[in-house]
């Protein structure tokens, strides 16, 4: 008996991310699956109501509608296609949906497999602050190893790619 509660309170323990978010942390299975990468630039994000798998707009009345980020966006860099197919990138707000902050004004690696546009904790990484000027870009030194790696898988398919980066924004 005492066995038991000490399980249930072990798996109630566990976070909300950790029961909802399981995917692969290697880059190397986010290239494989992935038909776009890019590198991108967050330039304004909102909130809407959606449909949660959809992503199309919704009413209050819908049982599945959920509140996401939405964000337009300019890509900087392709490492992998020529475009992203989505218009705009949605996410949660983290925790059990496994979404990743939004902020304007930062950078974001994305691993797209699908075009519509959903992204999380396990096809993209960010949010990266940028170092110099906008005429002068300077990648995040946290970042550029893995940028490096992407630059050249593109052209060498046999390049290892290093691990993703934590965001290099203090939380």
């Avoid at 809407?48 to 509608?65: H, N, P, Q, Y």
């Avoid at 496994?98 to 904790?121: E, K, N, R, V, W």
């Avoid at 050249?152 to 390049?159: D, L, N």
Wanted: glycine share 8%.
């Amino acid at each position: 008996m005492n066995r038991s509660i000490a399980l249930l309170f072990a798996l109630l323990s566990v976070s909300p991310a950790a029961w909802a978010c399981s995917c692969p942390a290697e880059t190397e299975s986010l290239w494989n699956g992935a038909h776009q990468v890019a590198l991108v630039r967050i330039d304004a994000v909102h909130v809407e109501r959606e449909l949660a798998m959809s992503r199309k707009r919704c009413t209050a009345s819908e049982a599945t509608c959920t509140m996401r980020q939405v964000a337009s966006y300019t890509p900087v860099e392709f490492f992998k296609g020529n475009r992203l197919s989505a218009p705009t990138l949605a996410t949660g707000y983290g925790g059990g949906d496994c979404g990743l902050p939004m902020i304007a004004g930062t950078y974001y690696l994305i691993f797209a497999s699908d075009t519509s546009g959903q992204i999380g904790i396990c096809n993209a990484a960010g949010p990266y602050r940028w170092v110099g000027s906008r005429n002068s870009l300077e990648q995040p030194k946290v970042l550029k190893p893995l940028l490096e790696a992407l630059r050249k898988r593109s052209k060498e398919p046999a390049t290892k790619l290093p691990p993703r980066p934590p965001s290099s924004l203090p939380w």
